[in-house]
């Protein structure tokens, strides 16, 4: 079953940066789609990013557009979210996730790594 670990969170000033790393546990990784995916308190989980397998095609919510970059290397099963400008409001869990479906839902979604704090202070 595939594993997903996230790292890299922490706390930045707005305006700063972060990047975040998803290490997956097996080569069959590079058949899914990743997303990444945040949720904080009282809110539902919403999506951030997603990849497709080759990498060829990438998915941002708009508020994010233009501020984070969403990577991936097969050959060494991870996904990378490089997070600048950064602003309070992006404040989260940031959780990486991975499916063999076409979508950014996370419904669809069968692989959940445990999620990383990102907190952006103004």
């Known amino acids: 079953q595939l594993q997903l670990v996230e790292s890299g969170g922490g706390q930045v000033q707005a305006g700063g940066s972060l990047r975040l790393s998803c290490v997956a546990s097996?080569?069959?990784?590079?058949?899914?789609?990743i997303a990444w995916f945040r949720q904080s308190p009282g809110k539902e989980r919403e999506f951030v990013a997603a990849?497709?397998?080759?990498?060829?095609?990438?998915y941002y919510r708009d508020s994010v557009k233009g501020r984070f970059t969403i990577s991936r290397d097969n050959a060494e099963n991870t996904v990378a979210l490089q997070m600048n400008s950064l602003k309070p409001e992006d404040t989260a869990v940031y959780y990486c996730?991975?499916?063999?479906?076409?979508?950014?839902?996370?419904?669809?979604?069968?692989?959940w790594g445990q999620g990383t704090q990102v907190t952006v202070s103004s």
């Open positions: 996730a991975a499916t063999s479906s076409n979508t950014n839902a996370p419904t669809y979604y069968n692989y």
């Open positions: 990849i497709t397998p080759s990498g060829g095609t990438k």
């Open positions: 097996e080569r069959s990784f590079s058949n899914y789609r």
